[in-house]
């Protein structure tokens, strides 16, 4: 045998053994294959976003009488603002007032709860007395809001009555209430009734309420000069936004190397979006978390200024909400030079939360100042059809056009 056969034999023996050694063990009870671990989500980078609340709820006052079973409450016990309300029924200002209550609630029906506490002004006004005493008696029979209700709606009738003759009209309300007339008539004008009548002034002065109406929202009194809807309206929706706000910074859950396309479906048609996640990941990842979680959903266009922008993003419709986080700003090469562009609004430098806007023309002046990271690619004929609401001018601001939902595509 030659030496080079003899290596050739050599070589193929140790080659066999290699084989041998990296072939399949004989079959056994097979092991199943572990399913694959989720990568959880990463969070944005501490520099990037930081958690805010944008709108603290106050602490109840210890100064107040606590609310009670002999209270007079309207509204869900678990509601997000408690209104605490001292006022009469013959004050013109307290009928104001009941008419914003009234809108208040119907409008906040899960938000909003308000516990009405009669206090008469009986050395400035003539019924102011009897007319607190007419709810305490109807409000022995489980009445008590209806009788409220029949002398707001029904005040033009009985302002210009004496204090004697309101009584027999009283007594004639309480009938068509379905009341106990004889009960009404003597509770109506009973030591007991209106003892009571004075237990509450007298509980009232002693927390420090000397005049009316006066307003607490959830343990912190109202200035008189915020005491109209508009400004109520505002406080309730945004301390009730806090209950929808997240508690910490979104994960990061796009891919900048991906292409995202964002379809806004209002009220008034679909606007389709093209984000851009290399230019505003910040951004762009917000506004996919927020979709993703359904923020937008019934959120209204609540500014919209033909020639500049429209507005949305923020669920109470103040122009004042936002998520519960803010990140910030990424001012990049792209300049607000035409229309259907898409910026995030903000109140200062990295103030950025879930408000959007979209342009209806060039906008140079705000370059620098606010994110891009979308632009308009179809449906910019839907924006230009969007209500026009200036938030600077009230009262008498229409309707803004709701936001269906949002939906993400990830190519």
Not at 257 to 269: D, L, P, S
Not at 307 to 327: E, K, N
Not at 338 to 354: E, F, Q, W, Y
């Amino acid at each position: 045998m030659s030496i080079k056969t003899f290596l050739f034999f050599i070589i193929a023996f140790f080659f066999l053994l290699i084989l041998t050694a990296c072939s399949s063990a004989p079959a056994s009870t097979p092991t199943p294959t572990p399913a694959p671990t989720a990568i959880p989500a990463t969070p944005l980078p501490e520099v990037g976003c930081s958690v805010i609340s944008a709108e603290p709820t106050p602490k109840p006052s210890s100064a107040l009488p606590a609310i009670t079973s002999a209270d007079y409450v309207r509204g869900p016990d678990n509601a997000s603002v408690t209104l605490i309300v001292y006022c009469e029924f013959q004050s013109g200002q307290c009928q104001v007032l009941g008419d914003i209550l009234d809108k208040l609630q119907a409008n906040h029906p899960n938000d909003a709860r308000v516990v009405f506490r009669p206090l008469p002004a009986a050395s400035l006004l003539d019924k102011s007395q009897i007319t607190v005493q007419a709810v305490i008696a109807a409000g022995n029979q489980g009445k008590f809001w209806e009788m409220r209700a029949i002398l707001r709606s029904k005040y033009n009738e009985w302002i210009n009555l004496s204090a004697v003759t309101f009584e027999p009209w009283a007594v004639t309300q309480a009938a068509g209430l379905g009341l106990d007339g004889a009960k009404f008539k003597a509770d109506l004008t009973s030591v007991e009734t209106a003892a009571r009548a004075k237990s509450m002034g007298d509980a009232a002065k002693a927390a420090g309420i000397t005049s009316i109406p006066i307003v607490f929202v959830n343990g912190n009194p109202q200035p008189a000069y915020v005491l109209d809807y508009t400004n109520l309206d505002a406080t309730v929706s945004l301390i009730a936004l806090g209950a929808r706000q997240f508690k910490s910074c979104p994960p990061f859950v796009i891919n900048p190397a991906k292409q995202y396309i964002a379809t806004v479906r209002t009220e008034k048609g679909d606007i389709v979006m093209q984000l851009f996640p290399d230019k505003a990941p910040l951004a762009v990842n917000s506004f996919v978390f927020l979709a993703r979680n359904n923020w937008f959903n019934g959120v209204t266009f609540h500014s919209v200024i033909p020639g500049f922008i429209a507005q949305a993003g923020d669920p109470s419709g103040t122009g004042r909400g936002g998520p519960g986080y803010f990140f910030k700003n990424e001012i990049t090469d792209l300049k607000y030079d035409r229309p259907g562009l898409v910026g995030v609004a903000n109140s200062g430098p990295d103030t950025n939360g879930s408000q959007f806007f979209i342009t209806f023309a060039p906008q140079p002046k705000i370059n620098g100042s606010y994110t891009i990271f979308g632009q308009v690619i179809q449906g910019m004929d839907v924006v230009e059809s969007l209500t026009p609401r200036d938030p600077s001018k009230t009262p008498g601001l229409p309707p803004g056009d709701r936001i269906l939902n949002v939906t993400i595509e990830e190519k």
